[in-house]
């Protein structure tokens, strides 16, 4: 197989593979975690100030007291890449494109020279992130393959796109074509493990705070 035909079976049947894949299993872990059921809570409301689900998607999304000091590296990284990645994924044009050639959607995006600089700021993060996690010896005791593991399948689309926009190493149907891969791989792991959360994590803080609430503590 040749650059161009490894090009077109992962703009054609990969693609198709993977978007498949990623729909199959995003429906059916949503499907697993809103069909769990929950037992009635009889106990009597007792409602507080500042208590509800919306406090704490708010609350939670900011770091708590005296944590920004203690690990600048995990919460400011953290914001800068997860803004980042976002920028890059919905305001880059060739993104846009592919998105309104799958759904029909567009929008106007950011220039090149923008999205090149988000690029570079969220892979800087993203390494800073790693260089914390294996320097400091809770976080690499606590971590296991899978934070590894969704490190690299989430920091290896953004590499192979800023390295195919700037003709790096390879030629450049080569590192699209490879980029393109590495997307398709992100696609089909995201729903089976903890990137998940890029779908549950403000519906769970929400259930959690409403939870909570009823009992009248904020959390």
Do not use: C
């Not at 570079?120 to 934070?147: C, G, Q, W, Y």
């Amino acid at each position: 197989m040749n650059e161009l035909q490894f090009l077109t079976w992962v703009r054609g049947p990969g693609l198709d593979i993977a978007v498949g894949i990623f729909l199959l299993g995003t429906v059916w872990r949503l499907f697993e975690i809103y069909t769990l059921g929950r037992g009635k809570d009889l106990a009597a409301p007792r409602r507080a100030a500042g208590a509800s689900g919306l406090h704490t998607v708010f609350r939670r999304s900011l770091p708590p007291p005296g944590m920004l000091k203690r690990s600048p590296v995990s919460y400011i990284g953290g914001y800068i890449f997860h803004i980042g990645l976002a920028v890059i994924v919905f305001l880059g044009a060739p993104h846009i494109m592919l998105i309104a050639n799958l759904t029909g959607l567009s929008w106007p995006g950011l220039p090149a020279q923008i999205i090149g600089l988000a690029t570079v700021m969220t892979m800087a993060a993203m390494l800073a992130m790693l260089v914390d996690r294996i320097n400091k010896p809770a976080k690499r005791f606590l971590s296991t393959f899978e934070d590894w593991f969704t490190w690299a399948v989430t920091f290896l689309p953004v590499l192979t796109g800023w390295m195919a926009v700037q003709h790096l190493l390879l030629p450049y149907t080569t590192m699209l074509a490879l980029h393109i891969l590495s997307v398709e791989i992100l696609l089909i792991v995201l729903p089976f493990t903890k990137l998940f959360h890029v779908f549950t994590l403000f519906g769970s803080r929400w259930y959690n705070g409403s939870a909570n609430a009823r009992k009248g503590v904020p959390v």
